[in-house]
C-alpha cells in the first residue's frame, strides 16, 4: 500500500465516522503510521493538520442538515459532534462569516472544505481518455474555436485569496448570488433555447482582492440592458466533468481544478489567462459541464 493510500483510508474512516468522537491515534493505527510521521504525512497531503480536517468536514456536513429547519441547530451540532450550540455557532462563524441561525434565517451559497481523492494525485491520462474518479468522470481533449462566441448576461464581483484553490476555502460563496441575478434574469435575456451558458473570472474593472464574474448565455440578438461578453477564437483544452448529479458536480469541482492543474504541467503546458466554465443546458439541474482552458508551452522556470 502507498503512503497516500494509508491516509485515504482514514479519510474515508472521518467520513464514515464523523458524528463520532475521533482519535488522532485511532486514525494512526488504522493507517498503520506512528502517530508522528501520521499527522505529518496527513498534513502535507491534506494541507490541513487532522483536528482543522475533522472539523472542517463535519461543518460541511451539518451546513446540509441546516437546510432542514425541522433540525434544531442543537441537534446539528450534537449530530456532527461539536456537542453544543455554543462550540457549533462558534466554528461555524469563524469558518464562514455568519452564524448558523443567520444562515438557516437567510440561506447563501457557502464554500466547504472538500473531501480529498487523493488518488487523483498519482494517476495521469492521456487525451480523450476519461478518467474515472470518486463520484467524477474527467475527459481532456484539444479544440480549436475557429470564430470568436458571444455571451449575454450579467456581472458581479467576489473577493478571493490566492494561493488557495476552490475546495480548499471556505467562507460565503459571492458568486452563487451572481448565478442567482443570472437566473432571474434569463427569461429577459433574447437567448438562443438550449443554448449553452458560460460562467468565467477575470480582473476587469474589479479592486484588488476581487475578481470580476461574468455569467452568460449564447444570444439570438443583442440587448444593451445586459453585459456581452466575447469567447475568443484559437486552441483551447477542453476538460469535461461529469457527476452523478448537481449536488455532486459542484462538490467536486475542486478536485477537478487541482487535476487540471497537474494534467496541464504533465503535458508541457500551462493555462493562459481566463478559463471559463461551459454548461450545454440552462437549468439550475446541470451535472455535465466543460472546462475550456486556453494555454500556452510551459517555460522550465514555470
Not at 147 to 152: A, I, K, M, S, T
Not at 206 to 222: H, N, Q
Amino acid at each position: 500500500m502507498h503512503a497516500w493510500e494509508s491516509i485515504q483510508k482514514t479519510l474515508n474512516y472521518i467520513e464514515e465516522h464523523i458524528g463520532e468522537e475521533i482519535q488522532i491515534e485511532e486514525l494512526a493505527d488504522l493507517a498503520g503510521l506512528s502517530l508522528f510521521y501520521y499527522q505529518r504525512l496527513f498534513a502535507r497531503l491534506v494541507k490541513k493538520p487532522v483536528r482543522e480536517y475533522v472539523k472542517l468536514r463535519r461543518l460541511a456536513r451539518a451546513c446540509e442538515s441546516l437546510r432542514n429547519k425541522e433540525n434544531s441547530i442543537l441537534n446539528v451540532a450534537v449530530e456532527y459532534g461539536f456537542g453544543g450550540r455554543e462550540t457549533f455557532t462558534r466554528a461555524f462563524k469563524d469558518t464562514y462569516g455568519i452564524t448558523p441561525a443567520q444562515y438557516r434565517d437567510k440561506p447563501v451559497g457557502l464554500m466547504n472544505y472538500d473531501k480529498p481523492d487523493l488518488s487523483l494525485n498519482y494517476r495521469m491520462v492521456d487525451e480523450g481518455v476519461p478518467l474515472i474518479g470518486e463520484g467524477l468522470v474527467l475527459e481532456y481533449n484539444r479544440r480549436t474555436l475557429r470564430e470568436p462566441v458571444n455571451f449575454l448576461g450579467v456581472v458581479g464581483y467576489y473577493s478571493f485569496t490566492k494561493g488557495k484553490m476552490m475546495g480548499e476555502r471556505t467562507g460565503v460563496d459571492e458568486s452563487d448570488a451572481i448565478w442567482k441575478k443570472f437566473f432571474d434574469a434569463l427569461k429577459d435575456i433574447p437567448h438562443i433555447p438550449g443554448g449553452r451558458i458560460l460562467g468565467v473570472s477575470y480582473h476587469g474593472d474589479a479592486l484588488d482582492g476581487y475578481s470580476t464574474y461574468f455569467i452568460g448565455v449564447e444570444p439570438c440578438e443583442e440587448d444593451s440592458r445586459f453585459v456581452s461578453w466575447q469567447l475568443p477564437a484559437r486552441e483551447y483544452v477542453i476538460c469535461s466533468f461529469e457527476a452523478d448529479n448537481p449536488k455532486q458536480l459542484m462538490a467536486s469541482m475542486g478536485k477537478m481544478m487541482k487535476f487540471t492543474r497537474g494534467w496541464l504541467k504533465s503535458h508541457g503546458l500551462i493555462a493562459d489567462g481566463f478559463f471559463p466554465e461551459m454548461y450545454d443546458h440552462h437549468t439550475p439541474e446541470m451535472a455535465y459541464m466543460e472546462m475550456w482552458i486556453p494555454f500556452r508551452a510551459r517555460n522550465g522556470s514555470e
